[in-house]
């Protein structure tokens, strides 16, 4: 993917983090600073007042803002600070927590191995995860997909859990053996745990870890560098720090907490100009087929024949100009996330913040952003 815009913070931030060790865990991120795109200039510079004012509003202390068009990146900036205590600004090299943005990587892993005949979408899941205790009924991988399984979401505590989880099957002991909210394909009940079981399905299909299939399949082939599931004891080059407030508004550091256990529907981390290079990447056949990408993008449908308003993955919920925008959002602690593609304008939008400030995951600034690049 070309680029045609860095931020005005690049130079500093590069200055500042350039020098980070280079190895498995931590790359070097470079970044060529370049002119803004003439034809882009209006509306980056309102997009950047529009940026301004909402983390201002929202109170964040970080974010991250990446546009892509026709596969160039046309704006990515950074804005206000990745690390708070140490003064170090966000760059387009900053990673974030994507939280549930993670959901439609794991997607395109599914629906990969099935145009390859590798997975049967409707299968018994059990055929790939044999651990995964038999329900009263049959579950599929696309129910899961689409959140129409029955399997529950977070419960408690949960979202703060600080195990450890050596692979996916083992994190499938915080649920698996729950029973069913109601029979697959009867409800729509968005579960980021029936993404924690199309990982380990991932992992049965294609003979590979999940982390290793997304890597050498999805994430290398793309050039997404940044993108990696969170390990909190590795050292990873450019991760930001991660805030919440209490009940007066107070800026805290995040909790402690290890997302092993659920990298598939909640624990990658990545900047944002590599969410747009994944973007891009679906906005037409090539790095996936047509029938895939319509798989992703074409909302399932409860039992009874009534539309859910997801795909595989993917929100599509939002239309604009009459033409659907697939999207989705995410909220981590000390992080939040969305990501929005425009395929009528060849467009893709990627925000994302180190608190969990929800005017991010909600998508109004994404819409407002996307309505000043269209205009030119």
């Known amino acids: 993917m070309r680029r045609l815009r860095w931020g005005a913070s ?9 020098s980070w060790p280079v190895g498995a865990a931590a790359q070097r991120c470079e970044i060529a600073p370049a002119a803004p795109a003439p034809a882009y200039r209006a509306a980056i510079t309102a997009a950047r007042a529009l940026v301004r004012d909402s983390m201002a509003a929202a109170k964040i202390p970080g974010l991250s803002v990446a546009v892509a068009v026709h596969d160039s990146i046309v704006w990515s900036e950074g804005f206000g600070l990745a690390d708070v205590e140490n003064e170090v600004p966000v760059s387009p090299c900053t990673r974030f927590r994507i939280a549930s943005v993670s959901k439609p990587l794991t997607a395109v892993a ?20 044999p651990s995964f205790p038999q329900k009263p009924w049959p579950v599929t991988t696309r129910q899961l997909a689409g959140h129409l399984a029955g399997v529950r979401h977070y419960q408690g505590d949960e979202f703060l859990s600080m195990r450890h989880y050596d692979n996916v099957t ?9 029973s069913l909210l109601f029979e697959p394909g009867t ?11 199309l990982s380990a399905a991932v992992e049965g ?22 993108a990696v599931a969170e390990f909190p004891d590795s050292i990873l080059a450019h991760r930001a720090h991660f805030y919440v407030r209490d009940r007066n508004g107070v800026l805290l550091n995040a909790p402690y907490v290890d997302n092993s256990y659920k990298w598939a529907g909640g624990g990658f981390l990545s900047n944002t100009e590599d969410l747009t290079r994944f973007g891009s990447a679906l906005l037409r056949p090539g790095f996936l087929g047509r029938d895939a990408l319509a798989l992703l993008f074409t909302p399932q449908h409860t039992r009874d024949g009534k539309p859910t308003t997801y795909g595989m993955g993917w929100f599509v ?43 991010v995951g909600r998508g109004t600034v994404v819409r407002q952003i996307a309505e000043l690049f269209r205009r030119q």
């Open 317 to 359: 919920d939002w239309r604009e100009n009459g033409h659907v925008v697939p999207h989705h959002s995410g909220g981590a602690v000390g992080g939040n996330a969305h990501l929005a593609l425009y395929p009528e304008q060849g467009m893709v939008i990627a925000v994302l913040a180190n608190t969990e400030a929800g005017f």
């Open 110 to 129: 599914v629906v990969q191995l099935h145009a390859r005949d590798r997975l049967d979408l409707d299968a018994p899941v059990q055929r790939y995860v």
């Open 170 to 178: 083992a994190g499938l002991a915080v649920f698996a053996s729950d």
């Open 10 to 18: 690049v130079a500093l931030a590069a200055a500042l983090l350039g």
């Open 205 to 226: 299909a294609s003979g590979e870890s999940f982390l290793a299939y997304m890597r050498r399949h999805i994430f290398e082939p793309l050039g997404m560098r940044s």
């Open 187 to 197: 409800r729509y009940s968005y579960s980021t745990y029936g993404y924690n079981v």
